[in-house]
């Protein structure tokens, strides 16, 4: 295995995955067959710029350009002007041509509670994973574009 291979991997792990230290992506990597040892996984957090930050009470490996993502929370919460929701999905409502990055916005934060969204100009569908975690799915997104 080589190193461009290892680090294509990493990233990999880390788009789809919620990674809460090394040794959960170690054990990740090991998972998809790449034997990598502590020190080799070491180094290559630190070639690819891997920081860790606390989230939601828990530790999770970010690139630093998902920092950015952090940063535009409260400019997110000004363009949104109501969340609303019925059994089944979630619209928010925003300003004028705000929409697309709200919805952007959402589905940078890879949460499993969201399907996917959709966006037109004033207006983002919310497609809840499943139906049942609704008022779930409605905190968590009043908490991640709320103003402060």
């Known amino acids: ?8 991997k990493i990233r990999e792990i880390l788009q789809q995955n919620q990674v809460g230290n090394q040794h959960d992506l170690l054990q990740l990597l090991r998972d998809s067959g790449m034997m990598v040892a502590q020190a ?25 350009d998902d920092n ?34 709200v919805g952007s916005y959402l589905d940078q934060l890879r949460s499993p509670l969201i399907l996917g969204t959709i966006a037109g ?17 409605l905190s968590y997104i009043h908490k991640n574009v709320s103003k402060n």
């Open 68 to 101: 950015a993502g952090m940063i535009i929370k409260g400019l997110v919460g000004v363009e949104v002007l109501a969340i609303t929701s019925n059994e089944t999905t979630v619209i928010i409502r925003t300003l004028p041509g705000r929409a697309h990055g």
């Open 121 to 137: 100009d004033d207006t983002v569908l919310v497609i809840p994973a499943s139906v049942a975690n609704i008022s779930t799915l």
């Open 40 to 64: 080799t996984l070491s180094r290559d957090c630190a070639e690819l710029g891997l920081v860790r930050t606390k989230t939601n009470g828990s530790y999770r490996l970010l690139y630093p």
């Open 1 to 8: 295995m080589n190193k461009n291979a290892r680090q294509m």
